[in-house]
T-cell receptor, first 114, second 112 residues
Framework: DAGVIQSPRHEVTEMGQEVTLRCKPI?????LFWYRQTMMRGLELLIY????????DSGMPEDRFSAKMPNASFSTLKIQPSEPRDSAVYFC????????????FGPGTRLTVL | EDQVTQSPEALRLQEGESSSLNCSYT??????LFWYRQDPGKGPEFLFT???AGEEKEKERLKATLTKKESFLHITAPKPEDSATYLC?????????????FGQGTILTVHP
């Protein structure tokens, strides 16, 4: 299996621009998670989906952030408008319901907002 | 609210010098405690899941143990390739299924 795939791997944008991060989970996994990692706050859960339905979005920092999962093999995390404080590494992870609760992480997208 | 505290923040070892990393947690009913390894520029890589106090799991030079308040990751005779950040996470019974709370991590450096 190819594992969790994220794109782009690096994104540099200017404040105010829209940013879209993409994730393809492992085939057959029921859950998809979006995390953000910074030096100050560590790894934080933003939102997660079960069978394409958002379950908990309490970690989404504000209305500028939105996430969708139109089908079982694709999800997006959008920031509009972006701000310098959004600079971080964003990870996507997926999990199979009968898979001993193990989440498998993608390689991450390093976002820099200038 | 679930909380996870890892110590030390950073640990430097000589090759072959065994040691332990600590993960203290506060949860409302533990569903599972997870250890991950993260190399620079990469996503966390799963190591172990522990479900109940007294449980132990081993993988090569790593051994994870669990009590009602903390978990230890024991590293026996480490090698330079064990250098990484080790993350601990918990899934509490009071949270939605699948939701993990991570600690800040311990940065391990093993010198040859």
């Amino acid at each position: 299996d190819a594992g969790v795939i994220q794109s782009p791997r690096h994104e540099v944008t200017e404040m105010g621009q829209e940013v879209t991060l993409r994730c393809k989970p492992i085939s057959g996994h029921d859950y998809l998670f979006w995390y953000r990692q910074t030096m100050m706050r560590g790894l934080e859960l933003l939102i997660y989906f079960n069978n394409n339905v958002p379950i908990d979005d309490s970690g989404m920092p504000e209305d500028r952030f939105s996430a969708k999962m139109p089908n079982a093999s694709f999800s997006t995390l959008k920031i509009q408008p972006s701000e310098p404080r959004d600079s971080a590494v964003y990870f996507c992870a997926s999990m199979r319901l009968a898979g001993a609760d193990t989440q498998y992480f993608g390689p991450g997208t390093r976002l820099t907002v200038l | 609210e679930d909380q996870v505290t890892q110590s030390p923040e950073a640990l430097r070892l000589q090759e072959g010098e065994s040691s332990s990393l600590n993960c203290s947690y506060t949860v409302s009913g533990l569903r599972g405690l997870f250890w991950y390894r993260q190399d620079p520029g990469k996503g966390p890589e799963f190591l172990f899941t522990l479900y109940s106090a007294g449980e132990e799991k081993e993988k090569e030079r790593l051994k994870a143990t669990l009590t009602k308040k903390e978990s230890f990751l024991h590293i026996t005779a480490p090698k330079p390739e064990d250098s990484a950040t080790y993350l601990c996470a918990v899934q509490g019974g009071g949270t939605s299924y699948g939701k993990l709370t991570f600690g800040q991590g311990t940065i391990l450096t093993v010198h040859p």
